[in-house]
């Protein structure tokens, strides 16, 4: 088994090639099946790394501003983790769980916190040169 910082680069390295490829990428089923173990082999194979693989791939789909493109998603649904974590944001009060995990939390920390994850799920998307059939 590689060491972390070994399966760290080899992971981001394959999503940073991911997102510069040309739009008429290879399946998108095969990209998440090359993905797969590279996630498993950084963050472990515990149960919730494997339920996570169950329900998120790369892969294309339309979000909720009817951006056709190329990202992390929910399997068989045209939701981005990107969209997730915009909601995520508009949530008006921190959530319990949230502050019982997290104390000193501030509510201007957790929005700036929701922020930058949102943006940084953005950076893993790619828009798609395809339209959406009307």
Request: net charge negative.
């Amino acid at each position: 088994m590689k060491n972390r910082p070994s399966a760290q680069c080899e992971l981001l390295s394959n999503i940073l090639h991911l997102i510069n490829s040309q739009p008429e990428a290879p399946s998108f089923s095969k990209i998440s099946h090359r993905l797969s173990p590279l996630f498993l082999e950084f963050a472990s194979e515990t149960d919730d790394n494997v339920r996570c693989l169950e329900y998120i791939e790369y892969g294309k789909s339309f979000n909720q501003a009817n951006f056709q493109g190329a990202g992390f998603k929910l399997k068989g649904k045209d939701i981005f983790l990107s969209d997730i974590m915009n909601a995520l944001e508009d949530l008006e009060t921190l959530p319990e769980s949230v502050k019982n995990a997290l104390p000193t939390l501030t509510a201007e920390e957790w929005e700036a916190a929701t922020r930058m994850m949102t943006v940084l799920l953005l950076l893993l998307e790619r828009p798609l040169k395809t339209v959406k059939p009307v």
